[in-house]
């Protein structure tokens, strides 16, 4: 069945760096979907990426869908406090399966 | 936020006992889910609905049920709660299935079971 994997688990950033997040599926997406979780909250949808090589931006986020559409990525730069949380990638192929998500941590 | 509403919002209770958590929707949205969120596995799909009195089970839906009389409300049972089932339970609705209307989530039920 369909899979989707996402590393890694835990990222702990220094605040104003850089940091990717990576997803992969074991099938071919429809589509892909990111969801961010704040602490104690709940998942927050993001963005969704639809077309091969697609690349979408907000602000300082930016999210790449792979050629394959297998494989999807996000991109935070000048990492802020405001990214801490928890962000998932979930991909569509006749229903929707959620990676584990990346836990952020932000040292000021 | 869209408009849904979990309840309760925190529950304790004992093994062997019975439990209903709540989802109501104001969206007026087709699809609803229940997910499970445990620490290392994301979100996981328990059960959903894609109209009144049709539903479908998800990838861990043993040990659960569900049922949808209403367009807004979709209940999630829990017949005998075991240990296993502490977890934070999460309803989304969508208008369609993964597809441009994304899905929405509840803030979530906190359920522990002794």
């Known amino acids: 069945g369909q899979q989707v994997m996402q590393i890694p688990q835990y990222q702990h950033v220094q605040e104003g760096e850089d940091f990717t997040t990576y997803c992969n599926s074991s099938t071919t997406l429809s589509n892909i979907q990111w969801y961010k979780q704040r602490p104690g909250g709940h998942p927050v949808f993001l963005i969704q990426l639809v077309k091969s090589g697609e690349v979408k931006k907000q602000k300082r986020l930016t999210f790449q869908f792979g050629e394959a559409k297998k494989n999807s990525s996000l991109h935070i730069t000048a990492t802020q406090t405001t990214d801490v949380g928890t962000y998932f990638c979930?991909?569509?192929?006749?229903?929707?399966?959620f990676g584990a998500g990346t836990t952020v941590t932000v040292r000021a | 936020d869209a408009g849904i509403t979990q309840s309760p919002r925190h529950k304790v209770t004992e093994t062997g006992t019975p439990v209903t958590l709540r989802c109501h929707q104001t969206e007026n949205h087709r699809y609803m889910y229940w997910y499970r969120q445990d620490p290392g596995h994301g979100l996981r799909l328990i059960h959903y609905?894609?109209?009144?009195?049709?539903?479908d089970k998800g990838e861990v839906s043993d040990g659960y049920s569900v049922s949808r009389s209403k367009t807004e409300d979709f209940l999630l049972t829990l017949e005998s709660a075991t240990s296993s089932q502490t977890s934070v339970y999460f309803c989304a609705i969508s208008e369609t299935p993964g597809g441009p209307d994304t899905q929405y989530f509840g803030p979530g039920t906190r359920l522990t079971v002794l």
């Open positions: 609905s894609y109209g009144v009195k049709d539903t």
């Open positions: 979930a991909g569509y192929d006749y229903k929707l399966s």
